[in-house]
Every structure is written in C-alpha cells, then in structure tokens.
C-alpha cells in the first residue's frame, strides 16, 4: 500500500511497493519496483510464496475492507521468521475509513489490527506500542509480529 513516499528513514536494499496510483508509484525514487492493485477489490497479493524478508503496511490499514484477507495474503508471501510491520496514526481520510475505524480511539485502534493479525493466523510474537512522537508530530502507532 505504497505511494509517491515511502516512510523509512534508510530503505531496505530492495523495496517492492504495491499501490493503486501507477503515477504516484512511478514518482518513488526508493522503489525497486512496484505494481498497481487494488487490495479492496483483490486481497491476494500478486507475489510469490514466501518471497519477502519483511512487509510493511503504513497508514492505510484504516481503509482496507477484507483486512483478514489481506493479512492472510501476507502471512503466505513472508518468508518464516519474517517481520509484518503496520504502523497508524490518529489521522485518515473519514470518507475512506472503515466505520470500525472511526467508532474507536487509538487503543482501540491497536485492538483491530492486532484482532487482524489474529484472525488471520500465520503470525507469532505479536506486539504493540506507540512509538516516539517528534515534536509537533502526529502520534505514531505500530503493530508487528512475525510469520510462524
């Protein structure tokens, strides 16, 4: 669920992004290489089986529609031991925003997407946290866990 930026203060030696803007894929200088798709209207990934060390979901989980799905297409792409990293904040597109989404708080916020990782399976160790806000910043939350 990548765009026109991704968020990593170094990106990784190679990085994959998926998205539904082929324009604002295109205007990534981090990305190795990326596809166009609509994870609401197709949940399974186009990749292969255990082809990804890590994956990353940053501010969109709020919008996904079959996120069980979705989080279950990760679990089949991961490699064992690898690392399914989402981060949130308390911001989101109202309109795009799952009504889950906005009926809760930030707690509960980490309850859904921990329930996701859950439901979904394939996953262990998972964990939590609010993550160092800078100055001035909107509050950043994480969810991880690692594939079984």
């Known amino acids: 669920m990548s765009s026109w930026v991704s968020h990593f203060r170094a990106p990784p030696r190679r990085l994959v992004g998926l998205g539904m803007n082929a324009a604002e894929l295109a205007a990534n200088p981090v990305l190795a290489e990326h596809v ?3 994870l609401n209207v197709d949940p399974a990934l186009p990749f292969p089986d255990a082809g990804f060390d890590d994956v990353t979901c940053c501010v969109s989980v709020d919008y996904l529609v079959r996120p069980v799905e979705v989080f279950g297409e990760v679990a089949r792409v991961l490699r064992p031991g690898g690392r399914f990293v989402v981060t949130f904040s308390n911001r989101c597109f109202p309109t795009k925003a799952i009504r889950g989404w906005l009926a809760t708080d930030d707690r509960g916020h980490l309850q859904i997407v921990a329930a996701y990782f859950a439901a979904a399976g394939g996953f ?5 946290e609010r993550r160092p806000t ?9 969810v991880w866990a690692h594939r079984a």
């Open 36 to 38: 166009v798709h609509d």
């Open 124 to 128: 262990a160790d998972l964990r939590g």
């Open 134 to 142: 800078p100055p001035g910043g909107d509050p950043l939350y994480a």
